[in-house]
């Protein structure tokens, strides 16, 4: 087992959860049944395609990491470089040819976000406008990959993935300062990105008329996200900041539960928001950024 904690370490198991219920909510909001449909190629291919891209994030960061984060795998010579390298290249390739198999305009989505996550890993992290945006593609094309269970639905609700590209590029702007600390001025920006997803929520939630419903999950969603968030904006260092970061990261299986309450598939809400306690125990054992 300790010799496979390091490629797990990797791959962000904690993430990988919060992936799976993109697929989740994607299929709820294009009004999915499961008795129609089965999920668990596209529960595949999201594995593939965002541990393969964390992975990758590795690769290319192995250098900085040497010197900001030399405990990291990579660095530390737990997994060497080349092993890393085919392992992210292998579940890249995986998620896209899981996709594949659902259906052609699943897979060409998922060679679309596999693009990206190199696009990003590459030459686009590091930069304060590039990098969020192109990180929050990645995750509003992970939700378009769940809406293309339904194709006939899809052209109707895709343009709602520009939430979820607002919620992580909130994220990945804050991530920027996690390792040197940053400007309070980053953080407020995140917080009004995070409040624009919130009331876009109960927007949706009460036109669909799932308000009551939904409202509990936003405030159980908002808590989560604004306590750590708020302790980084009184005092903006690398510590603080990264505690948001993971909890952004985590909180991102309550906002998909929310979605899926919005849209009126309470049942399937409970099921996403069931995973929130497997995601918190996975974050315990493994790095989260």
Same mark, same amino acid.
């Given at each position: 087992?300790?010799?496979?904690?390091?490629?797990?370490?990797?791959?962000?198991?904690?993430?990988? /959860?919060? @992936?799976?219920?993109?697929? !989740?909510?994607?299929? *709820?909001?294009?009004?999915?049944?499961?008795?129609?449909?089965?999920?668990?190629?596209?529960?595949?291919?999201?594995?593939?395609?965002?541990?393969?891209?964390?992975?990758?994030?590795?690769?290319?960061?192995?250098?900085?990491?040497? /010197?900001?984060?030399?405990?990291?795998?990579?660095? +530390?010579?737990?997994?060497?470089?080349?092993? $890393?390298?085919?392992?992210?290249?292998?579940?890249? !390739?995986?998620?896209? &040819? *899981? $996709?594949?198999?659902?259906?052609?305009?699943?897979?060409?989505?998922? %060679?679309? /976000?596999?693009? =990206?996550?190199?696009?990003?890993?590459?030459?686009?992290?590091?930069?304060?406008? =590039?990098?969020?945006?192109?990180?929050?593609?990645?995750?509003?094309?992970?939700?378009?990959?769940?809406?293309?269970?339904?194709?006939?639905?899809?052209?109707?609700?895709?343009?709602?993935?520009?939430?979820?590209?607002?919620?992580?590029?909130? %994220?990945?702007?804050?991530?920027?300062?996690?390792?040197?600390?940053?400007?309070?001025?980053?953080?407020?920006?995140?917080?009004?990105?995070?409040?624009?997803?919130? !009331?876009?929520?109960?927007? !949706? @939630?009460?036109?669909?008329?799932? &308000?009551?419903?939904?409202?509990?999950?936003?405030?159980?969603?908002?808590?989560?996200?604004?306590?750590?968030?708020?302790?980084?904006?009184?005092?903006? /260092?690398?510590?603080?900041?990264?505690?948001?970061?993971?909890?952004?990261?985590?909180?991102?299986?309550?906002?998909?539960? +929310?979605?899926?309450? @919005?849209?009126? &598939?309470?049942?399937?809400?409970?099921?996403?928001?069931?995973?929130?306690?497997? +995601?918190?125990?996975?974050?315990?054992?493994?790095?989260?950024?």
């Amino acid at each position: 087992m300790s010799s496979i904690k390091p490629y797990l370490q990797l791959t962000r198991p904690a993430n990988v /959860v919060t @992936a799976f219920t993109d697929i !989740f909510a994607g299929m *709820a909001i294009v009004q999915f049944t499961f008795s129609d449909y089965n999920p668990a190629l596209l529960l595949i291919s999201t594995m593939g395609l965002y541990g393969g891209g964390v992975v990758m994030n590795d690769v290319f960061d192995a250098k900085l990491d040497a /010197v900001e984060r030399p405990e990291r795998p990579i660095p +530390s010579g737990k997994v060497p470089l080349r092993s $890393a390298t085919m392992m992210g290249l292998t579940l890249l !390739f995986l998620g896209v &040819l *899981a $996709a594949t198999m659902f259906s052609a305009l699943s897979g060409m989505i998922a %060679i679309v /976000v596999a693009l =990206l996550t190199v696009i990003y890993n590459r030459f686009a992290k590091h930069s304060r406008i =590039l990098g969020p945006l192109t990180m929050g593609m990645c995750r509003g094309g992970n939700l378009i990959l769940g809406m293309s269970v339904l194709p006939e639905s899809l052209q109707q609700w895709s343009w709602i993935a520009i939430f979820p590209i607002l919620y992580i590029g909130a %994220i990945t702007l804050i991530s920027q300062d996690e390792v040197h600390g940053g400007k309070k001025t980053t953080l407020y920006i995140a917080a009004l990105l995070y409040m624009i997803v919130l !009331f876009a929520q109960l927007q !949706f @939630a009460n036109e669909h008329g799932n &308000l009551l419903y939904t409202l509990p999950f936003i405030l159980l969603h908002a808590w989560l996200i604004f306590r750590p968030l708020w302790n980084a904006m009184q005092n903006p /260092v690398g510590p603080l900041i990264g505690k948001a970061v993971k909890a952004g990261v985590i909180s991102l299986i309550v906002m998909n539960a +929310s979605w899926c309450v @919005a849209f009126g &598939l309470w049942p399937l809400a409970l099921l996403v928001l069931a995973l929130l306690p497997l +995601s918190m125990l996975l974050a315990k054992v493994f790095a989260v950024t």
